[in-house]
Every structure is written in C-alpha cells, then in structure tokens.
C-alpha cells in the first residue's frame, strides 16, 4: 500500500448475477478476480452477485437462483475460492440470512429510500453500500446514510452510478464525488450501471461497456474510494446485464491504471485545499 494512500481502495466486483444450479462461472470468476486483486495490495476486495435482480425490466427477465439457493452458492464460492462476498437484498426479510453470509450488504438504486430497508440492513453491523438512485441528488444521500447509522452502525458507502433523465440513457456527473465527500462518506463509483442505456433495447437494458474504463479512470481522478463493476468471461452470454458487464481479460489493465491514477491525484490532494461544499 503506498504511503500517500493509507486507506484501502474498495473494489467489487462480479458477474452480475448468479447462475443456476452452482454454475462454474460464478466460481471461474471469483477465482480469476482473487488472482488479480492478489497483485494490488492497497486493494480490498468484495466479489459480488446477485440471488435475486427483483428489479429486471420484463417479467420475462431471469431473477436469479432466489435467497435460499443464491445463498448457499455465495457461501460455497466464499469457502472454496476464499473471498470477501457483496450481494444486494430487496427485501426485509432478506437482509438478515444474507448478513450470515456476505461481508457487505448492498441496497439497489430503486430501493435506497426505502426507510424500512435501510434500518433492517443498519441492524446488521457490516458494511452497508447504498447505491445512490438515479433520481437522487449527490447532498441528499446524507438522508439514506443516516437511516443507517441510526441504527448504531458507521460502516455506510455511497456508490454513485449515473442520473436518468429518461429517454434510456444515464449520464454521470463527477461533481458528485466531492459532494458526497463533503458529507462525511465515502463515494465508490460504479463503472458498469453508469453505462447502462435502461430499456434501451425493449425488453431489456442495453449499454455501452467501452466507456466503462473511461468513467472508471475520471472517477479515479476525481478521487473516489473504490470501484464497482461487474465482469464475465463472455459477457454476451451473462444472464443480466450482458451489454454493460466487462470482459474478465479489461479488469486487471483497468484496475492497474486506475490505481496509479489514485497515487497521482493522492499527492495533488497534499497541497490542493477543496472547499467544503454545504447541503442545499
């Protein structure tokens, strides 16, 4: 870890959801991102999917192997490969036997108001990120972060991936990683969602994952504290998401210039005095 950058940068990373019946991609790519991760040390490291994507555009769309399954794979690629473990929850009821399993709790972007949510996932006392919704303002995270650390629980991350404004697209807004910061949190920046085109192709989401790297890299220079991105040995063939998620083979390039990126802007922030932005 280098000495200008004392904290640990946060990457999670994954296919974005589990496949059926303990698939072997799930573990190939828990395997390959763990060697890679090995080679970055200022790096910690959380290998996320999903059991259930309760958010799909169509009901056509495949959820997932569901809370009991999906779980019972995490825990086994958790054992077996030796990895921290990030999985989103979309209900009351999920949140605790996902708390049994996985290090970090997520929130999903449509439900990071959801008051009760929060609260049962604040009870849990792991890390909990907030994917900061797409209609939300950067300031008022503050008001989801709180909800969970009313509960005793400090370990809250923002995660910022995009603004819509209809008309299926997403466009990102790098200001909000000093806004975040100015209010105490932590901002991981999500490369992959960032990019998605939402309901772009009908029934379901498109994307552009080209510029995933790009995004990755300005957010990095803007001083974020982590990435978020999901990856696949063949992308096209992943289950959810197919259009955004990164080839395996862009990661470690990717995380490489990203973190010489972090070391550079690090050493900026010795002499650059930001001003501290105020809620609005």
Known sequence: MSPANPKPFIVIAGPCILENNR????????????????????????????????????????????????????????????????????????????????????????????????????????????????????????????????????????????????????????????MVHSLGLPLIFDATHSVQLPGGTGETTGGNREFAPLLAKCAVSAGCDGLFFETHPEPEKGLSDASNMLPLSWVEPMLKTCLQLRDIVQNEQDYINQPRLQPV
């Open 23 to 178: 698939g072997e991609v799930n573990f190939e790519v828990a395997r390959q991102l763990k060697a890679i991760m090995a080679q970055f040390p200022q790096v910690k490291f959380y290998f996320k999917s999903s059991f259930d994507k309760a958010n799909r555009s169509s009901i056509n769309s495949y959820r997932g192997p569901g809370l009991t399954e999906g779980l019972t794979i995490l825990k086994e690629i958790k054992d077996s490969v030796g990895v921290s473990l990030l999985t989103d929850v979309h209900a009351i009821e999920h949140v605790m036997p996902a708390a049994d399993v996985v290090d970090m709790i997520q929130i999903p972007a449509f439900l990071c108001r959801q008051t009760d949510l929060l609260l049962e996932a604040g009870r849990t006392r792991i890390p909990v990120n907030i994917k900061k919704g797409q209609f939300m303002a950067p300031l008022d995270t503050r008001h989801a972060a709180n909800k969970v650390k009313s509960m005793g629980n400090e370990q809250v991350y923002i995660t910022e991936r995009g603004t819509t404004f209809g008309y299926n697209n997403l466009v990102v807004d790098m200001r909000a990683i000093p």
